[in-house]
């Protein structure tokens, strides 16, 4: 099947980037949330970044404009959907909100529909599983920040079919990216190395170490492009943690959640996102 519209589900950091790479690449996209203040928001991040991206002649006023113009937004998840031939759904890491979606969408989308999901860490076969589309539904998880980051991970559920995989394959081709295929267990590839990496940091800050210098060590000593505890600001500290509390689920004790993880997270130091982590963005 030949995707040309996408349906975005969620309109944050991941979900706008998505929506801004696929106009990018010549697709209609709608993108869906439940509040209008994320849509507009979201246009708004869309609008900045593209504009930035033009700045460096990345491409022109022309392609912007033109990118814009294909992005619509609905707090209508059936107004979004019901032309899609692709979803992608990027609302936050909450396996039971995932099924719930899933399962409107099965009812929703055309039969033909490719149900995606950027999830970080759920096995895809788990949210799959409350769907009668299993052979249709795939992991297509993207980085953040997804206008600069050239990789995709491309996770194949337990039914996914072979033509599900070519025509997300051809997408992410489309789109610019390059993808990296992963097996469908909790992580994948990315985020079991990277949660890791950065739940391992938080030790160190423990320990006693400062997050500037955990990062100077990692970008000068190890060529990383930004240190781990940067890149949890980045990322977003819950989103570490829903990471290694669904590894240590499914694979036990080695990947527990660092506890000074879990209280930066109650007291709301998630990063960037929240203006300040262990670097301040105010
Ligand atoms: N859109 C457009 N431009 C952007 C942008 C965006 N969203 N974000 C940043 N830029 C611009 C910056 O403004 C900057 O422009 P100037 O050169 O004019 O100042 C330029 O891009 C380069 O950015 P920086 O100078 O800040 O930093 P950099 O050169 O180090 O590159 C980076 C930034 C590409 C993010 C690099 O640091 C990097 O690769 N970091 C690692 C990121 C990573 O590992 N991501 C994956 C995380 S895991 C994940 O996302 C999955 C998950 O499920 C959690």
Redesign the pocket.
Known sequence: MEVKTLAIIGAGAMGN?IAQVSAVGGYNVAINDISEASLNKALATINK?LT??VS?GKITQEDMDNSVARIKTSTSLTEVCKEADLVIECVFENLELKKKIFENLDKICKPEAILGTNT?AIPVTEIASSCNRGDKVIGI?F???V???KGVEIIRGQLTSEETMEATLKYVKKIGKEAAIAVDYAGFI??RL?DVLMNEAVKLVQEGNSPEEIDKAMMLCAGH??GPCK?LD??GAE?AMHGMETMERDFGDEYKPHPLLKKRVLAGLLGMKTGKGFYDYK
Do not use: E, T, Y
Request: proline share 14%; net charge positive; charged share 10%.
């Open positions: 980037g970044s930035k991206i460096k970080s998880h980085m953040n920040p206008p600069l980051m990315v985020s990277l492009p930004m890149l980045l990322v989103i």
